[in-house]
C-alpha cells in the first residue's frame, strides 16, 4: 500500500468506486494484472497445499482421494464466479469485508471481516509451519534442535515453530516496506513456483509406474467401522484439497492499488483457480502414477509427497523441486500476510477495530499501513507458540479454514438474497453472469454449506486423532469458531459499532463522518 503522492493517480471511474464508500483515493495504482494474478495463486499455492497435505488424503481416503481435486474445484468455482460479478462492481480494499457492506447490513459485514481476518492470521501460521516438512529434508542443518529419534515429534515441531517464526518476521518486514517490493517479490516466486510445477509433472511423467486407473483404488484402506463405509473416509480425505484451493479473492482485495481493476481482477480470480486446479490436478494424478510403492508408509506419514518426490527423482533433481517447495511456501506466507493486512486496513479505516485509527495509518515513508503489518505479524508468532502441541494446532488450523468457508458463505447467501428480490445490478459493460446469475450462486452456498458442515463435523479423526484423548477437541470444530465469532461479534455489539465512522484521515472531504454503523455504513 502506497500513498497518493505521485502521478500513478487513479483515474476517474476509479476515483468513483472509492467515492461510493465514502473514502478518498489514497493508495497508489501500481500494480499490473501479472501481480494480482500472482497475489491470488501464490495465496492458493499449489506447490506448498499438495506438498503439505498428500499425506493426509492419501491416508484417510487412498488414491481414489484423488477425486476431492476437481470436485472441489468445481465447487470453488460457484463461489469465484460469484466474487467475479462483485470484484468488478466493487474494486475496493478488504473485497469480502467491504463486498458485504453493499448486500446486507453494516453488522453482518462486519462479522465477515472478523471471521476473514481472525482465520488470515491462523492461516499465516498454518503455512509458515509448512517449512519444517521440506526445509530439514533438504539440509539437516535446518533442524536446530536436536533430535532423540526420527519420531521425535516434540523437536520437529519446536523446530517448525522456529522456522516459521523467522518466515513470519521476513513477510512482515517485506509487506511493512511497500506494496511494490511485496508484489516484485511474490511475482518472482510465483514465476518459479509455476515453473517448477511444470517441470515436476514432466518428470513424474516419465516415471510412472501405474496407469491412471489407480484413482479408482482405494489402496485397500478399511473403512468397515467407519459411518457411512468409503463415503465417510472419502468426505475426510476431501480436507486435503478443502485446505488448498481458496484465496482466490486476494486478487481483488488488491483493488485499489491495480490497474484497470473493475477488469483484471475478475480475471486474476478465474485464472488463478483454474491453474492451481490444472497444475495441481496432475502432479498430485502423476505422483500416485509414479510412486514406487503406494503402501509405503513414509508416503502417508508426514514425509509425504517430499518423501515421494525424492524417492521418484533421487536426491539431485527431488532436492531441486523441494528447494521450489521452499520459494512457494514463502511466497504463500507473503501473500496470506498481504491479504490479511489489507482486510485490516480496510476495517480499521471505517473504525471497526479496537485502535482503527492506528491500524489504518499510512506510513509517509514507506507508503504501508506498518503498524498493520506488525500487529498481525505478532499476532501470527505468538499464535504459534500458544498452539505448540501437534494436537491442539491441528484443531486451530482446521478452524482457520471452517472460518474462511463460512466468511464466503456471509458473502454468497446475502449476494443470493438480493439476487431473488430482483436487487443486484452487475456493473455494466464489467463481468457479470446474466441469466446464470441465480442457479451459480445457488450452487455456491449450497456448496459452502455443505463443506462448512463437513469441515466441523465432530470427527475423531481429525480433531482428537491422538492421545490425550478430549471431548472438547473432537467438538473443537463447533466450538473454537462459536467462541471467536461469537466474543468477536459480542464485543462489537457492546462496544465498537459505537465508535464506527471513516477514519477523517481516509475520509472524501464532502463525506461527514457519521459515529454509528446504522447510519455509516448502510447499503448503497
Given at each position: 500500500?502506497?500513498?497518493?503522492?505521485?502521478?500513478?493517480?487513479?483515474?476517474?471511474?476509479?476515483?468513483?468506486?472509492?467515492?461510493?464508500?465514502?473514502?478518498?483515493?489514497?493508495?497508489?495504482?501500481?500494480?499490473?494484472?501479472?501481480?494480482?494474478?500472482?497475489?491470488?495463486?501464490?495465496?492458493?499455492?499449489?506447490?506448498?497445499?499438495?506438498?503439505?497435505?498428500?499425506?493426509?488424503?492419501?491416508?484417510?481416503?487412498?488414491?481414489?482421494?484423488?477425486?476431492?481435486?476437481?470436485?472441489?474445484?468445481?465447487?470453488?468455482?460457484?463461489?469465484?464466479?460469484?466474487?467475479?460479478?462483485?470484484?468488478?462492481?466493487?474494486?475496493?480494499?478488504?473485497?469480502?469485508?467491504?463486498?458485504?457492506?453493499?448486500?446486507?447490513?453494516?453488522?453482518?459485514?462486519?462479522?465477515?471481516?472478523?471471521?476473514?481476518?481472525?482465520?488470515?492470521?491462523?492461516?499465516?501460521?498454518?503455512?509458515?509451519?509448512?517449512?519444517?516438512?521440506?526445509?530439514?529434508?533438504?539440509?539437516s542443518g535446518f533442524q536446530f534442535i536436536p533430535m532423540a529419534g526420527p519420531d521425535d515429534t516434540g523437536a520437529q515441531a519446536l523446530n517448525g515453530v522456529i522456522l516459521a517464526a523467522l518466515l513470519i518476521v521476513f513477510t512482515t518486514t517485506i509487506n511493512a516496506f511497500g506494496t511494490k517490493l511485496m508484489a516484485q517479490i511474490n511475482s518472482a516466486g510465483v514465476f518459479i513456483e509455476l515453473i517448477a510445477a511444470c517441470v515436476l509433472i514432466?518428470?513424474?511423467?516419465?516415471?510412472?509406474?501405474?496407469?491412471?486407473?489407480?484413482?479408482?483404488?482405494?489402496?485397500?484402506?478399511?473403512t468397515s467401522g467407519r459411518p457411512w463405509g468409503y463415503t465417510g473416509a472419502f468426505l475426510v480425505a476431501m480436507f486435503a484439497s478443502l485446505y488448498v484451493m481458496y484465496g482466490f479473492d486476494t486478487a481483488s482485495s488488491l483493488a485499489e492499488e491495480s490497474h484497470d481493476p473493475r477488469r483484471n481482477a475478475p480475471k486474476a480470480i478465474l485464472r488463478a483457480l483454474f491453474f492451481s486446479f490444472l497444475l495441481g490436478g496432475l502432479i498430485l494424478?502423476?505422483?500416485?502414477?509414479?510412486?514406487?510403492?503406494?503402501?509405503?508408509?513414509?508416503?502417508?506419514?508426514?514425509?509425504?509427497?517430499?518423501?515421494?518426490?525424492?524417492?521418484?527423482?533421487?536426491?539431485?533433481?527431488?532436492?531441486?523441486?523441494?528447494?521450489?517447495?521452499?520459494?512457494?511456501?514463502?511466497?504463500?506466507?507473503?501473500?496470506?500476510?498481504?491479504?490479511?493486512?489489507?482486510?485490516?486496513?480496510?476495517?480499521?479505516?471505517?473504525?471497526?477495530?479496537?485502535?482503527?485509527?492506528?491500524?489504518?495509518?499510512?506510513?509517509?515513508?514507506?507508503?504501508?499501513?506498518?503498524?498493520?503489518?506488525?500487529?498481525?505479524?505478532?499476532?501470527?508468532?505468538?499464535?504459534?507458540?500458544?498452539?505448540?502441541?501437534?494436537?491442539?494446532?491441528?484443531?486451530?488450523?482446521?478452524?482457520?479454514?471452517?472460518?474462511?468457508?463460512?466468511?464466503?458463505?456471509?458473502?454468497?447467501?446475502?449476494?443470493?438474497?438480493?439476487?431473488?428480490?430482483?436487487?443486484?445490478?452487475?456493473?455494466?459493460?464489467?463481468?457479470?453472469?446474466?441469466?446464470?446469475?441465480?442457479?451459480?450462486?445457488?450452487?455456491?452456498?449450497?456448496?459452502?454449506?455443505?463443506?462448512?458442515?463437513?469441515?466441523?463435523?465432530?470427527?475423531?479423526?481429525?480433531?482428537?486423532?491422538?492421545?490425550?484423548?478430549?471431548?472438547?477437541?473432537?467438538?473443537?470444530?463447533?466450538?473454537?469458531?462459536?467462541?471467536?465469532?461469537?466474543?468477536?461479534?459480542?464485543?462489537?455489539?457492546?462496544?465498537?459499532?459505537?465508535?464506527?465512522?471513516?477514519?477523517?484521515?481516509?475520509?472524501?472531504?464532502?463525506?461527514?463522518?457519521?459515529?454509528?454503523?446504522?447510519?455509516?455504513?448502510?447499503?448503497?
Amino acid at each position: 500500500m502506497t500513498t497518493d503522492n505521485t502521478t500513478d493517480s487513479p483515474d476517474s471511474s476509479d476515483s468513483s468506486d472509492i467515492d461510493e464508500f465514502g473514502y478518498r483515493p489514497s493508495l497508489v495504482r501500481s500494480l499490473g494484472s501479472f501481480h494480482t494474478f500472482a497475489a491470488g495463486i501464490s495465496y492458493i499455492s499449489i506447490l506448498t497445499g499438495t506438498f503439505q497435505l498428500f499425506y493426509f488424503g492419501l491416508a484417510s481416503g487412498g488414491p481414489s482421494y484423488w477425486w476431492s481435486w476437481p470436485l472441489v474445484f468445481v465447487g470453488q468455482l460457484m463461489v469465484a464466479l460469484c466474487f467475479c460479478e462483485l470484484a468488478a462492481r466493487f474494486p475496493v480494499a478488504g473485497s469480502i469485508y467491504n463486498w458485504t457492506k453493499r448486500l446486507t447490513s453494516p453488522h453482518i459485514a462486519w462479522l465477515a471481516g472478523w471471521t476473514m481476518l481472525t482465520a488470515s492470521i491462523v492461516s499465516i501460521a498454518a503455512v509458515a509451519l509448512a517449512l519444517q516438512a521440506t526445509l530439514p529434508q533438504l539440509w539437516s542443518g535446518f533442524q536446530f534442535i536436536p533430535m532423540a529419534g526420527p519420531d521425535d515429534t516434540g523437536a520437529q515441531a519446536l523446530n517448525g515453530v522456529i522456522l516459521a517464526a523467522l518466515l513470519i518476521v521476513f513477510t512482515t518486514t517485506i509487506n511493512a516496506f511497500g506494496t511494490k517490493l511485496m508484489a516484485q517479490i511474490n511475482s518472482a516466486g510465483v514465476f518459479i513456483e509455476l515453473i517448477a510445477a511444470c517441470v515436476l509433472i514432466i518428470l513424474l511423467a516419465v516415471n510412472v509406474v501405474r496407469g491412471p486407473q489407480v484413482v479408482l483404488s482405494n489402496g485397500g484402506l478399511d473403512t468397515s467401522g467407519r459411518p457411512w463405509g468409503y463415503t465417510g473416509a472419502f468426505l475426510v480425505a476431501m480436507f486435503a484439497s478443502l485446505y488448498v484451493m481458496y484465496g482466490f479473492d486476494t486478487a481483488s482485495s488488491l483493488a485499489e492499488e491495480s490497474h484497470d481493476p473493475r477488469r483484471n481482477a475478475p480475471k486474476a480470480i478465474l485464472r488463478a483457480l483454474f491453474f492451481s486446479f490444472l497444475l495441481g490436478g496432475l502432479i498430485l494424478l502423476l505422483a500416485l502414477m509414479s510412486a514406487p510403492d503406494l503402501s509405503d508408509p513414509a508416503f502417508s506419514s508426514l514425509g509425504g509427497l517430499q518423501a515421494l518426490v525424492l524417492a521418484v527423482l533421487g536426491g539431485t533433481l527431488g532436492s531441486v523441486i523441494l528447494v521450489a517447495v521452499v520459494v512457494a511456501v514463502v511466497v504463500c506466507a507473503l501473500a496470506v500476510h498481504a491479504a490479511a493486512i489489507r482486510l485490516a486496513f480496510a476495517m480499521s479505516r471505517d473504525n471497526n477495530l479496537p485502535a482503527g485509527a492506528k491500524l489504518c495509518t499510512i506510513s509517509p515513508r514507506f507508503g504501508t499501513p506498518i503498524v498493520a503489518s506488525v500487529v498481525i505479524g505478532v499476532v501470527a508468532i505468538v499464535l504459534l507458540f500458544v498452539t505448540f502441541s501437534p494436537q491442539i494446532y491441528t484443531v486451530v488450523t482446521s478452524i482457520a479454514i471452517i472460518m474462511i468457508y463460512t466468511a464466503y458463505l456471509l458473502v454468497t447467501v446475502p449476494m443470493l438474497v438480493k439476487r431473488i428480490r430482483g436487487e443486484w445490478q452487475p456493473r455494466e459493460g464489467a463481468f457479470t453472469l446474466g441469466r446464470w446469475g441465480i442457479p451459480v450462486n445457488v450452487l455456491a452456498v449450497l456448496w459452502g454449506g455443505l463443506m462448512t458442515v463437513n469441515l466441523a463435523w465432530p470427527r475423531n479423526e481429525v480433531y482428537n486423532a491422538s492421545e490425550p484423548f478430549h471431548w472438547y477437541l473432537q467438538w473443537g470444530g463447533v466450538l473454537l469458531p462459536g467462541v471467536i465469532l461469537g466474543g468477536g461479534f459480542a464485543y462489537y455489539w457492546l462496544v465498537q459499532r459505537h465508535k464506527t465512522g471513516v477514519v477523517a484521515a481516509h475520509a472524501r472531504e464532502e463525506t461527514v463522518t457519521p459515529t454509528t454503523t446504522d447510519t455509516a455504513l448502510g447499503e448503497a
